[in-house]
T-cell receptor
């Protein structure tokens, strides 16, 4: 059974800092991994999707990496801004399946 | 392109009452998912439809939850009777194998409070 863990559960940093969010998964037989953002009271916004054959994906100030063999992914946020404050969730999709298995999320606060 | 639509956005009911949620997926998306997100946790899949057929409902509490997707488009999720532990956000998502590795797109969710 796939289990996804995100550490830390909460993170608070001053504006302008670069930061890394971590995601680990127990079963390396994944099809892809997605990072989502969730604002309070809102749905999920997809940030980056990495296929199992890829090592990283970039979008603006965001960079996500994937190391399938070690069961880890990181989301790097450069030059953080107060608007980046939200909960960040990672989710994995197993090979041959369509459902996503989510981590618990990291609640990020960027202080002005 | 319109996103996934859900209604209502908020619902407050008393325990043992019944409630229904509605989802309209992105046009042309054959796969529809219902997830339950309890406060402080990640979403958990309740049921997955492919067109109007059920693909996975292994985590759906079938004694009280039911879902249908008539005509392979809109879907309704029902809880009857509701329990306190059903308080959560119910998220609907849709996907198509023709779009970005079957990437899932999520609606805004329905926040249910059971008193």
């Amino acid at each position: 059974k796939q289990e996804v863990t995100q550490i830390p559960a909460a993170l608070s940093v001053p504006e302008g800092e670069n930061l890394v969010l971590n995601c680990s998964f127990t079963d390396s037989a994944i099809y892809n991994l997605q990072w989502f953002r969730q604002d309070p009271g809102k749905g999920l916004t997809s940030l980056l999707l990495i296929q199992s054959s890829q090592r990283e994906q970039t979008s603006g100030r965001l960079n996500a990496s994937l190391d399938k063999s070690s069961g880890r992914s990181t989301l790097y946020i450069a030059a953080s801004q107060p608007g980046d404050s939200a909960t960040y969730l990672c989710a994995v999709r197993r090979q041959g399946a369509q459902k996503l298995v989510f981590g618990q999320g990291t609640r990020l606060t960027i202080n002005p | 392109e319109a996103g996934v639509a859900q209604s209502p956005r908020y619902k407050i009911i008393e325990k043992r009452q019944s409630v229904a949620f509605w989802c309209n997926p992105i046009s042309g998306h054959a796969t529809l998912y219902w997830y339950q997100q309890i406060l402080g946790q990640g979403p958990k899949l309740l049921i997955q439809f492919q067109n109007n057929g059920v693909v996975d409902d292994s985590q759906l509490p079938k004694d009280r939850f039911s879902a249908e997707r008539l005509k392979g488009v809109d879907s309704t999720l029902k809880i009857q009777p509701a329990k306190l532990e059903d308080s959560a956000v119910y998220l609907c998502a849709s996907s198509s194998f023709k779009v970005s590795y079957n990437e899932q797109f999520f609606g805004p969710g329905t926040r249910l409070t059971v008193l």
